[in-house]
T-cell receptor, first 113, second 109 residues
Framework: DAGVTQSPTHLIKTRGQQVTLRCSPK?????VSWYQQALGQGPQFIFQ???????QRGNFPDRFSGHQFPNYSSELNVNALLLGDSALYLCASSTGTSAHTQYFGPGTRLTVL | EDQVTQSPEALRLQEGESSSLNCSYTVSGLRGLFWYRQDPGKGPEFLFTLYSAGEEKEKERLKATLTKKESFLHITAPKPEDSATYLC??????????FGRGTSLIVHP
């Protein structure tokens, strides 16, 4: 049973560029949530996708956007990158928007220079 | 606003020395309290979900308990491979978990 997968593993970008991160949920899951985790901090919720729509959003600017595809996979896009966007980006999957347990992928380490 | 506070920030134990990690939460209408283990540079690994005060769950050397204001992760006779950061999260009415900053555990052989 495949768990949550994310790509790429690592990414280096410069300020002002745009980046796209990808996530495939655990088999049987239909909901994807994205988190940003800075060094030494807990994960911070960015947004959640269900039925190809953004259902909930955390306190992140609209430079952060996403998409969910019919096969439940998801993308996170960040425009106009800032140095402060450097972090580990985590994708978590679950079943339904009221599911309690989320399972995380290995993350994408984004470095902005 | 939902809040989760974990203590201590860091904990060093000798192999076999049992201890507990604390997670205090302030959440409107708790829907679930979660514990994850995270190794450096990796994604969090799910350990437990607790739903109501008095509930307990166990897995190998780990046992999680829940009261109305806090949760404890008890580690019995830890081994060096238990070294990791342990994250606690709580979800309320929005079902979106709020995470604490974690407790970094190091177990010395």
């Amino acid at each position: 049973d495949a768990g949550v997968t994310q790509s790429p593993t690592h990414l280096i970008k410069t300020r002002g560029q745009q980046v796209t991160l990808r996530c495939s949920p655990k088999s049987g899951h239909d909901t994807v949530s994205w988190y940003q985790q800075a060094l030494g901090q807990g994960p911070q919720f960015i947004f959640q996708y269900y039925e190809e729509e953004e259902r909930q959003r955390g306190n992140f600017p609209d430079r952060f956007s996403g998409h969910q595809f019919p096969n439940y996979s998801s993308e996170l896009n960040v425009n106009a990158l800032l140095l402060g966007d450097s972090a580990l980006y985590l994708c978590a999957s679950s079943t339904g928007t009221s599911a309690h347990t989320q399972y995380f992928g290995p993350g994408t380490r984004l470095t902005v220079l | 606003e939902d809040q989760v506070t974990q203590s201590p920030e860091a904990l060093r134990l000798q192999e076999g020395e049992s201890s507990s990690l604390n997670c205090s939460y302030t959440v409107s209408g708790l829907r679930g309290l979660f514990w994850y283990r995270q190794d450096p540079g990796k994604g969090p690994e799910f350990l437990f979900t607790l739903y109501s005060a008095g509930e307990e769950k166990e897995k190998e050397r780990l046992k999680a308990t829940l009261t109305k204001k806090e949760s404890f992760l008890h580690i019995t006779a830890p081994k060096p491979e238990d070294s990791a950061t342990y994250l606690c999260a709580a979800s309320g009415g929005s079902y979106i978990p709020t995470f604490g900053r974690g407790t970094s555990l190091i177990v010395h052989p």
